[in-house]
């Protein structure tokens, strides 16, 4: 996945960087951040701008969101022997002791189990206590996850807005004008064909942090699952 991520900066860095030089050839010394400022007003501030705002919003959730999923991923293996061989050695405490120094989710689900053991109860309230604090994890791994979908769907949807719009007025454009020549309705085609790329783009962007974010959670909730089983396995042998 990290070969994966590490490809598309690489693509995005050479895809805006022809999208620049490209500019930079057909509109001589404008440069690209003039030119995508003036096609920005040239499509309206209205709805450009609250696409731009569903765009900011997205990322600041995206790139939260993996900051947060990285911080979460641990090597579970890893984990699972050190309490297995602190159960061995120290007993509970210890293995209480090393999920506790140690950061994610499956660290704190083991705590959870590790902690019915501790108090005395048997192997099934650990096993039922996993299984909650499990959901609840999750729940805070898919946090705003939904509202990245939201601005996915948002923004196309605003872009072809922002096209309706700028049809009408091109017809009205007709009609105050009484000609349907070029040049009286290509202000009105122009707002609605940017309105609608501008949208667009916005949201395959967000699409394609949306799909790693899913895929991060998919992983971390797998490996959550077959480390909370073997978690199971170890306090059963520990109970006999």
Do not use: H
Request: proline content about 2%; charged content about 15%; overall charge neutral.
């Amino acid at each position: 996945m990290k070969k994966a991520v590490n490809f598309l900066t690489v693509f995005g860095f050479m895809f805006f960087g022809a999208i620049q030089s490209t500019f930079a050839q057909e509109t001589g010394d404008v440069s690209f951040r003039q030119e995508l400022k003036i096609r920005f007003i040239e499509g309206g501030p209205f709805f450009m701008g609250i696409v731009l705002i569903a765009l900011i919003l997205g990322l600041a959730i995206a790139i939260e969101r993996i900051i947060y999923l990285n911080m979460a991923t641990t090597n579970a293996k890893k984990l699972v022997a050190s309490v297995d061989e602190a159960l061995s050695s120290g007993g509970v405490e210890a293995a209480k002791e090393i999920c506790r120094n140690t950061k994610g989710p499956v660290a704190s689900i083991f705590y959870q189990g590790l902690k019915r053991i501790g108090d005395g109860e048997g192997v099934e309230a650990a096993e039922k206590a996993v299984v909650g604090y499990g959901g609840v994890q999750m729940g805070l791994l898919e946090k705003n996850i939904s509202w990245l979908s939201l601005f996915i769907a948002l923004a196309p949807m605003l872009g072809f807005m922002g096209t309706v719009i700028g049809m009408i007025g091109a017809f009205d454009a007709i009609a105050a004008a009484n000609d349907i020549s070029p040049g009286v309705v290509a202000v009105g085609i122009k707002v609605a064909l940017l309105t609608t790329v501008f949208g667009l783009v916005v949201a395959i962007i967000l699409q394609i942090f949306y799909n790693y974010i899913v895929s991060k959670v998919d992983s971390i909730v797998n490996s959550m699952e077959d480390a909370s089983i073997s978690l199971i396995d170890l306090l059963v042998n520990y109970k006999k």
